[in-house]
Protein backbone atom coordinates (compact mmCIF):
# COMPACT_ATOMS: atom_id res chain seq x y z
CA UNK A 1 0.00 0.00 0.00
CA UNK A 2 1.59 3.05 -1.23
CA UNK A 3 -0.35 5.73 0.85
CA UNK A 4 -0.32 8.88 -0.64
CA UNK A 5 2.10 9.81 -3.34
CA UNK A 6 2.77 12.69 -4.69
CA UNK A 7 4.33 14.42 -8.06
CA UNK A 8 6.80 15.96 -9.04
CA UNK A 9 8.63 15.30 -5.92
CA UNK A 10 10.88 19.01 -6.84
CA UNK A 11 10.39 21.54 -9.67
CA UNK A 12 12.10 24.45 -10.88
CA UNK A 13 9.79 27.24 -12.47
CA UNK A 14 9.35 30.47 -14.28
CA UNK A 15 7.21 33.05 -12.91
CA UNK A 16 3.94 33.36 -14.76
CA UNK A 17 4.21 29.81 -16.05
CA UNK A 18 1.00 27.14 -14.88
CA UNK A 19 1.68 24.40 -12.64
CA UNK A 20 0.16 21.35 -11.51
CA UNK A 21 0.91 19.47 -8.32
CA UNK A 22 -0.14 15.63 -8.10
CA UNK A 23 -1.67 13.80 -5.16
CA UNK A 24 -3.12 10.62 -5.07
CA UNK A 25 -4.34 8.51 -2.52
CA UNK A 26 -5.09 4.44 -2.31
CA UNK A 27 -6.81 4.65 1.52
CA UNK A 28 -10.18 5.50 0.05
CA UNK A 29 -10.56 8.41 2.34
CA UNK A 30 -13.24 11.30 2.29
CA UNK A 31 -10.99 14.27 3.21
CA UNK A 32 -8.24 15.22 1.26
CA UNK A 33 -6.03 18.70 2.06
CA UNK A 34 -3.25 20.72 0.36
CA UNK A 35 -1.11 22.96 2.62
CA UNK A 36 2.19 24.42 2.23
CA UNK A 37 5.82 24.60 4.61
CA UNK A 38 7.29 27.77 5.16
CA UNK A 39 9.87 28.23 7.29
CA UNK A 40 8.76 29.80 10.81
CA UNK A 41 5.17 29.60 9.55
CA UNK A 42 4.25 25.87 10.23
CA UNK A 43 1.66 24.56 7.67
CA UNK A 44 -1.05 26.79 6.44
CA UNK A 45 -4.45 25.10 4.74
CA UNK A 46 -4.14 25.81 1.15
CA UNK A 47 -7.49 24.18 -0.09
CA UNK A 48 -9.71 21.16 1.15
CA UNK A 49 -12.27 18.91 0.04
CA UNK A 50 -14.52 16.77 2.20
CA UNK A 51 -15.45 14.19 -0.04
CA UNK A 52 -15.57 14.00 -4.25
CA UNK A 53 -16.78 16.61 -5.73
CA UNK A 54 -16.46 19.25 -3.20
CA UNK A 55 -13.85 21.94 -2.11
CA UNK A 56 -13.42 24.83 0.08
CA UNK A 57 -10.83 27.19 0.93
CA UNK A 58 -8.22 27.13 3.18
CA UNK A 59 -6.19 29.87 5.16
CA UNK A 60 -4.08 30.62 2.14
CA UNK A 61 -5.95 29.77 -1.09
CA UNK A 62 -5.23 33.01 -3.48
CA UNK A 63 -3.10 31.82 -6.30
CA UNK A 64 -4.37 28.29 -5.83
CA UNK A 65 -7.10 26.15 -7.46
CA UNK A 66 -7.98 22.09 -6.85
CA UNK A 67 -10.37 19.51 -8.35
CA UNK A 68 -11.59 16.35 -6.85
CA UNK A 69 -13.41 14.52 -9.41
CA UNK A 70 -12.94 11.56 -7.68
CA UNK A 71 -12.14 10.01 -4.38
CA UNK A 72 -8.72 9.27 -5.19
CA UNK A 73 -6.82 12.55 -6.58
CA UNK A 74 -6.79 15.73 -5.22
CA UNK A 75 -4.20 17.95 -8.11
CA UNK A 76 -3.27 21.00 -7.05
CA UNK A 77 -2.88 23.64 -9.77
CA UNK A 78 -1.03 27.05 -9.84
CA UNK A 79 -2.66 29.37 -12.88
CA UNK A 80 0.67 32.05 -13.06
CA UNK A 81 3.23 31.20 -10.47
CA UNK A 82 4.63 33.88 -8.38
CA UNK A 83 7.94 33.46 -6.49
CA UNK A 84 6.05 34.11 -3.09
CA UNK A 85 4.63 30.37 -3.91
CA UNK A 86 8.50 29.38 -3.61
CA UNK A 87 7.02 26.51 -0.76
CA UNK A 88 7.35 23.18 -0.21
CA UNK A 89 3.63 21.50 -0.55
CA UNK A 90 2.06 18.54 1.36
CA UNK A 91 -0.78 17.15 0.45
CA UNK A 92 -2.74 14.77 3.44
CA UNK A 93 -5.97 12.61 3.73
CA UNK A 94 -7.85 11.12 6.20
CA UNK A 95 -11.29 9.48 6.76
CA UNK A 96 -12.87 12.74 8.11
CA UNK A 97 -14.08 14.59 11.33
CA UNK A 98 -12.70 16.80 13.72
CA UNK A 99 -10.93 13.48 15.23
CA UNK A 100 -9.43 11.75 12.69
CA UNK A 101 -5.36 11.92 11.72
CA UNK A 102 -4.92 13.34 8.54
CA UNK A 103 -1.90 11.08 6.29
CA UNK A 104 0.78 12.96 4.54
CA UNK A 105 2.53 12.55 1.50
CA UNK A 106 6.29 12.82 1.24
CA UNK A 107 5.69 16.96 -0.50
CA UNK A 108 6.77 18.67 -3.59
CA UNK A 109 9.36 21.22 -3.41
CA UNK A 110 8.44 24.46 -5.39
CA UNK A 111 10.73 26.96 -6.78
CA UNK A 112 9.72 29.84 -8.68
CA UNK A 113 12.30 32.24 -10.38
CA UNK B 1 -10.74 31.12 15.94
CA UNK B 2 -8.46 28.46 17.15
CA UNK B 3 -4.90 29.10 17.01
CA UNK B 4 -2.24 27.05 18.09
CA UNK B 5 1.47 28.64 20.09
CA UNK B 6 4.52 26.59 20.06
CA UNK B 7 7.03 28.17 22.38
CA UNK B 8 10.25 27.74 21.50
CA UNK B 9 10.99 27.35 17.57
CA UNK B 10 14.47 24.93 18.31
CA UNK B 11 14.92 22.98 21.64
CA UNK B 12 18.49 21.25 22.32
CA UNK B 13 18.59 18.18 24.81
CA UNK B 14 21.50 15.82 25.22
CA UNK B 15 20.65 12.44 24.47
CA UNK B 16 19.01 10.40 27.61
CA UNK B 17 17.42 13.85 28.94
CA UNK B 18 14.15 15.03 29.26
CA UNK B 19 12.38 16.20 25.67
CA UNK B 20 9.34 19.00 26.53
CA UNK B 21 8.47 21.00 23.62
CA UNK B 22 5.27 23.70 24.65
CA UNK B 23 1.81 23.61 22.71
CA UNK B 24 -1.06 26.30 23.70
CA UNK B 25 -3.90 26.57 22.06
CA UNK B 26 -6.90 28.50 22.21
CA UNK B 27 -10.10 27.59 21.37
CA UNK B 28 -14.04 28.48 22.30
CA UNK B 29 -14.68 25.00 22.38
CA UNK B 30 -13.37 22.19 23.28
CA UNK B 31 -10.49 21.31 20.78
CA UNK B 32 -9.01 18.17 19.43
CA UNK B 33 -5.65 18.23 19.68
CA UNK B 34 -2.78 16.43 17.43
CA UNK B 35 1.28 16.41 17.56
CA UNK B 36 2.73 15.23 14.49
CA UNK B 37 6.14 14.76 13.92
CA UNK B 38 8.50 15.37 10.59
CA UNK B 39 11.98 14.15 10.08
CA UNK B 40 14.00 15.37 7.71
CA UNK B 41 12.66 15.59 3.66
CA UNK B 42 9.91 13.54 4.68
CA UNK B 43 5.95 13.93 5.65
CA UNK B 44 4.52 14.66 8.67
CA UNK B 45 3.92 11.43 10.85
CA UNK B 46 0.75 11.11 13.89
CA UNK B 47 2.70 10.62 17.38
CA UNK B 48 -0.13 11.03 19.25
CA UNK B 49 -3.84 12.94 19.65
CA UNK B 50 -6.29 14.05 21.99
CA UNK B 51 -9.71 13.35 21.69
CA UNK B 52 -11.36 14.23 25.73
CA UNK B 53 -11.02 10.09 26.01
CA UNK B 54 -8.04 10.72 28.69
CA UNK B 55 -6.22 14.07 29.41
CA UNK B 56 -2.89 11.48 29.56
CA UNK B 57 -2.19 10.13 26.20
CA UNK B 58 0.45 8.03 24.92
CA UNK B 59 2.02 8.03 21.32
CA UNK B 60 4.78 6.50 19.55
CA UNK B 61 8.32 6.42 19.94
CA UNK B 62 8.08 6.73 23.93
CA UNK B 63 6.17 10.52 23.47
CA UNK B 64 3.58 11.19 25.25
CA UNK B 65 1.16 14.47 26.30
CA UNK B 66 -1.14 15.95 28.64
CA UNK B 67 -3.78 17.84 28.47
CA UNK B 68 -4.66 20.60 30.55
CA UNK B 69 -7.96 22.62 30.11
CA UNK B 70 -7.08 25.20 32.67
CA UNK B 71 -3.25 26.16 31.56
CA UNK B 72 -5.00 25.54 27.71
CA UNK B 73 -2.29 23.49 27.14
CA UNK B 74 -1.24 19.91 25.36
CA UNK B 75 2.63 20.00 25.94
CA UNK B 76 4.27 16.57 24.25
CA UNK B 77 7.34 15.00 26.75
CA UNK B 78 9.88 12.05 26.70
CA UNK B 79 11.53 10.65 29.71
CA UNK B 80 14.77 10.17 27.90
CA UNK B 81 15.68 11.34 24.20
CA UNK B 82 17.48 9.66 21.56
CA UNK B 83 19.41 11.03 19.12
CA UNK B 84 16.31 8.95 16.36
CA UNK B 85 13.97 11.73 18.15
CA UNK B 86 15.66 14.62 16.53
CA UNK B 87 13.08 16.39 14.09
CA UNK B 88 10.82 18.55 13.68
CA UNK B 89 7.80 18.67 15.80
CA UNK B 90 4.55 19.95 15.14
CA UNK B 91 1.50 20.59 17.30
CA UNK B 92 -2.02 21.36 15.59
CA UNK B 93 -5.61 21.87 16.67
CA UNK B 94 -9.19 20.11 15.10
CA UNK B 95 -11.78 22.62 15.36
CA UNK B 96 -14.11 20.34 17.28
CA UNK B 97 -17.59 22.26 15.59
CA UNK B 98 -19.50 20.45 13.14
CA UNK B 99 -18.98 21.10 9.48
CA UNK B 100 -15.60 22.25 9.84
CA UNK B 101 -14.26 18.65 8.11
CA UNK B 102 -11.06 17.52 9.71
CA UNK B 103 -9.09 20.20 9.27
CA UNK B 104 -6.50 21.40 10.93
CA UNK B 105 -4.45 24.51 12.47
CA UNK B 106 -0.61 24.03 12.83
CA UNK B 107 1.78 25.39 15.01
CA UNK B 108 4.84 26.90 13.96
CA UNK B 109 6.93 23.76 14.67
CA UNK B 110 9.41 23.10 17.14
CA UNK B 111 12.69 22.16 15.75
CA UNK B 112 14.25 19.40 18.70
CA UNK B 113 18.20 18.55 18.54
CA UNK B 114 19.42 15.98 20.40
CA UNK B 115 23.15 16.02 21.74
CA UNK B 116 25.74 13.11 21.87
Known amino acids: IAGITQAPTSQILAAGRRMTLRCTQDMRHNAMYWYRQDLGLGLRLIHY???????GKGEVPDGYSVSRANTDDFPLTLASAVPSQTSVYFC????????????FGPGTRLTVL | AQSVTQLGSHVSVSEGALVLLRCNYSSSVPPYLFWYVQYPNQGLQLLLK??????LVKGINGFEAEFKKSETSFHLTKPSAHMSDAAEYFC??????????????FGQGTELSVKP
Open chain 2, 50 to 55: YTSAAT
Open chain 1, 92 to 103: ASSRGGQNNEQF
Open chain 1, 49 to 55: SNTAGTT
Open chain 2, 92 to 105: AVSPSRRNQGGKLI
